[in-house]
């Protein structure tokens, strides 16, 4: 009966890392949605909030082994809202 105790406890740890990893995932997205609308519309922005976010997530795929994700740059946010205005 142990055991399956000990299962359920790493299974409902899992689930509940995974839940947190996708709760980050969708405020990073959202974090960058708004830094890249400021950089198009010439505003100052940062990227600060965004990595924040970014090192909270690795440090949950790291333990659950789900997927990284990269630091940004504001150069990376830079060059994305130029070619963004430029498409379109």
Same mark, same amino acid.
């Given at each position: 009966?142990?055991?399956?105790?000990?299962?359920?406890?790493?299974?409902?740890?899992?689930?509940?890392?995974?839940?947190?990893? #996708? /709760?980050?995932?969708?405020? /990073?997205?959202?974090?960058?949605? #708004?830094?890249?609308?400021?950089?198009?519309?010439?505003?100052?922005?940062?990227?600060?909030?965004?990595?924040?976010?970014?090192? =909270?997530?690795?440090?949950?795929?790291? #333990?659950?082994?789900?997927?990284? /994700? #990269?630091?940004?740059?504001?150069?990376?946010?830079? =060059?994305?809202?130029? /070619?963004?205005?430029?498409?379109?």
């Amino acid at each position: 009966m142990s055991v399956h105790l000990a299962i359920s406890k790493q299974v409902e740890n899992h689930i509940n890392g995974q839940t947190e990893f #996708k /709760r980050l995932d969708a405020m /990073r997205e959202a974090t960058i949605e #708004k830094v890249v609308a400021d950089a198009k519309n010439g505003k100052d922005f940062s990227v600060t909030e965004i990595n924040q976010i970014t090192n =909270e997530m690795n440090g949950i795929a790291m #333990k659950f082994g789900f997927p990284t /994700r #990269k630091t940004v740059t504001k150069e990376m946010v830079s =060059e994305y809202a130029n /070619r963004s205005n430029t498409n379109g």
